[in-house]
């Protein structure tokens, strides 16, 4: 011990003493009980979160149910930590374990947190990094010296600062509010969607209206943290306004008329829709768009003004029933009573096709090659396609009209010669 103190001495160091190297001791040894803590709540308690997290968020607990485990490992540790750190006027060397251990815990939790939520993973370093370095600064007494240097580096306008210290101040605020946010979102998407009150139309109508109120008090919360004074931007944002109008145009139009089409209810998801070309049954109603799954696996993307300015069929508007038209022509020397009777058979016996209202045959017209028909019949779920409901009845009618002898026609036609018509020279 006397070298060691000697060598600090001709170094102009303060000399260790037995108390200090007693308090590092200490220190050391509760740093270690509180990492130990740290692990046994991520052992014994995470697994039982995860499990309650994922049963009560459902589907929007993914990724961050994954890691509530390491979450609970690293916040236990980190909060054990600080309390520590806060108990007692450590000395510098006491203090120096119990920081880095602090900081390290807290950026692990940060890390974990991010990436849970589905942040960039460089976002998510950038931010444990400056919350590492913040920490242990803080820690050993070094915070002070950072921050002036930081707030050096900058420049004036007006009578507001811009420094390097305000922007990594505004960095993290921005990325930490729109963590939140996401966390936010979740839990009030899923808390809405489990209610038994709201159907499937009023629950995206209000997971979209809670989203934009979420937003809008993440914005004034930033904007009160970051003490920012929004009446000297008045002019600047009347401009940026005005530009944002214009050139947003469509985009506001699409948002507005998004939410007109969730409040009126006449497009649901799931309803089977045709727009212009388009055929399919709604899958999502986003804010920009209105995506309609097609029966060969296309998903177009139809702005939502479209919808509120064009012409759009809904099959499943006020009732799911759809008449499908199947026509059929069978020959004049047939048993026309008995065509139409397996007509009805073909048609009932379709697993698809509705008892009631019960399928109709009609004779629609007498046709050059026959006598044209036309069964009627009712489906329900229209987004399982059409055609492969004409398929059937067609199949199964193409092996009754066998059993019985029903001719379907085809194309005749009959030339006539009259003598006065041939060529002059007769034919070989």
């Not at 968020?57 to 490992?73: C, K, N, S, V, W």
């Not at 929004?230 to 109008?245: E, H």
């Not at 804010?287 to 012409?311: C, F, W, Y």
Request: charged share 15%; with cysteine; aromatic share 8%.
């Amino acid at each position: 011990m006397k070298p060691l103190a000697a060598w600090l001495q001709a170094q102009g160091l303060a000399t260790i003493s037995r108390s200090i190297l007693i308090e590092a001791a200490v220190a050391g040894g509760l740093v270690l009980a509180a990492l130990f803590a740290g692990l046994l709540a991520g052992r014994m308690l995470g697994p039982a979160l995860e499990r309650e997290w994922k049963r009560r968020l459902g589907t929007q607990a993914e990724t961050l149910g994954d890691r509530l485990h390491r979450i609970m490992r690293h916040g236990t540790a980190a909060l054990l930590l600080a309390i520590l750190l806060a108990a007692g006027d450590w000395p510098p060397l006491a203090a120096l374990p119990i920081g880095l251990a602090l900081a390290t815990a807290a950026a692990m939790t940060c890390v974990d947190l991010l990436r849970g939520l589905s942040m960039p993973r460089w976002m998510a370093w950038t931010v444990a990094s400056i919350l590492f370095v913040a920490i242990f600064s803080h820690a050993v007494g070094g915070l002070a010296p950072i921050t002036q240097t930081l707030e050096r580096i900058g420049f004036d306008l007006g009578k507001r600062r811009f420094s390097l210290l305000s922007l990594v101040m505004i960095a993290v605020t921005a990325i930490a509010l729109f963590a939140a946010v996401r966390l936010a979102n979740r839990v009030i998407a899923h808390w809405i969607g489990a209610s038994r009150g709201l159907d499937a139309t009023q629950k995206l109508l209000a997971q979209k209206l809670a989203s934009i109120a979420v937003v809008a008090v993440a914005f004034f919360f930033g904007v009160d943290l970051l003490n920012i004074d929004l009446t000297a931007f008045a002019v600047f944002s009347g401009a940026l306004g005005l530009a944002v109008g214009f050139g947003l145009q469509k985009t506001v139009g699409n948002l507005i008329a998004g939410i007109i089409l969730l409040m009126d209810r006449s497009i649901k998801p799931g309803d089977v829709i045709v727009v212009g070309e388009s055929f399919g049954w709604v899958n999502r109603i986003g804010v920009r768009a209105v995506s309609v799954l097609t029966r060969d696996g296309k998903e177009h993307l139809i702005p939502n003004e479209n919808l509120m300015t064009q012409e759009v069929e809904n099959w499943s508007y006020t009732d799911r029933n759809v008449r499908v038209r199947i026509p059929v022509t069978v020959g004049y020397g047939c048993d026309l009573k008995l065509a139409q009777e397996l007509m009805m058979r073909a048609a009932t016996d379709s697993p698809r096709v509705l008892v009631s209202p019960k399928p109709n045959v009609w004779l629609t017209a007498f046709g050059q090659n026959g006598a044209e028909h036309e069964i009627l019949a009712w489906i329900s779920d229209p987004e399982g396609g059409v055609g492969n409901v004409r398929s059937d009845v067609l199949n199964r009618l193409w092996w009754l009209f066998k059993e019985h002898g029903i001719e379907v026609p085809f194309p005749q036609r009959v030339v006539h010669f009259r003598p006065g018509d041939g060529p002059s020279t007769p034919l070989p």
